[in-house]
């Protein structure tokens, strides 16, 4: 009797097995097909849902957030719908595609993908992408777009950066290798970590808005602006919280944010995160 069940046990562990390794190729080529019969509609579910996973990782992994930011979150969600997978959709596979059909013609599409890349890296994410994404904010925050107009000029130069740091070589692969169909679920694959850098550099911007508000533009300036920002990272500070993070921070030295951030000073009981900063 033991060793019928012992058999059958084995038996079912290797149809497991073997179910298994059929399950991954089988839903590979069901996406595939699907973005090659619905291109857009692929784009638009693969890039909404990527982005509000990877803005909840960034909130509650990165940064150990115990309450979820749902304004932030509700920000990402519509960047990633409407802006990562439909217009995206367009600009790369439609007005890209028209706009390069000289070249590509004359010289292959693989010799063409740097200029690709350049349009989409100096004048798209620049131009469009990041005001789009700055203003997005401000109207889901219920705030004036003169706010996604300073963001935009205070923030531009350490968001760019970052994203040219990743979609700069990420890009090149996408129009040079990937088939026109897979480039939006491409983007958004790359996209979940470009993601999360960019969630916790926004998190923390407007952690310094927040000590700004309370103790105002003097007190939040260098050191006392640096340290603030890595002792409240990962934490929902409140008015109270920040001004106590500056009154902590007063008169410390130019290398001290790390030192801060260890010892968590201003967070509900927690030590700071020194972490750092694509729809």
């Not at 857009?40 to 509650?60: E, H, N, P, R, Y």
């Not at 979150?73 to 059909?101: D, E, P, R, S």
């Not at 602006?225 to 890595?230: I, L, N, R, T, Y």
Request: proline letters at 5%; charged letters at 15%.
């Amino acid at each position: 009797m033991e060793g019928k069940v012992e058999i059958l046990i084995q038996k079912a562990l290797r149809t497991l097995g073997e179910s298994r390794f059929r399950i991954g190729p089988l839903t590979g080529r069901w996406y595939n097909e699907t973005a090659k019969a619905h291109p857009l509609a692929t784009g638009i579910v693969t890039s909404g849902l990527k982005t509000s996973a990877a803005d909840f990782f960034a909130q509650k992994v990165i940064e150990g957030k115990k309450e979820m930011d749902w304004t932030r979150h509700a920000v990402f969600c519509t960047f990633g719908f409407a802006y990562l997978g439909g217009f995206q959709y367009y600009l790369y596979n439609v007005q890209f595609t028209k706009w390069c059909a000289p070249l590509t013609a004359r010289f292959g599409h693989r010799a063409v993908a740097p200029i690709k890349v350049f349009i989409d890296q100096g004048l798209h994410h620049p131009l469009i992408y990041f005001p789009v994404f700055f203003s997005m904010k401000a109207i889901v925050s219920g705030q004036p777009l003169s706010t996604a107009v300073h963001k935009y000029r205070t923030e531009i130069w350490d968001s760019l950066k970052a994203l040219w740091g990743v979609w700069i070589p990420a890009q090149l692969v996408n129009f040079a290798f990937v088939p026109r169909h897979m480039r939006i679920p491409t983007v958004a694959a790359v996209s979940f970590g470009w993601t999360v850098i960019l969630s916790v550099m926004q998190g923390k911007f407007d952690a310094a808005k927040q000590v700004e508000a309370v103790a105002g533009p003097a007190a939040a300036s260098g050191v006392n602006m640096a340290a603030a920002v890595a002792a409240t990272a990962g934490e929902s500070t409140s008015p109270m919280a920040a001004h106590a993070v500056v009154e902590n921070t007063r008169g410390v030295p130019v290398n001290a944010p790390l030192q801060l951030a260890k010892t968590g000073l201003g967070s509900s009981g927690g030590a700071g995160n020194t972490d750092v900063k694509k729809a």
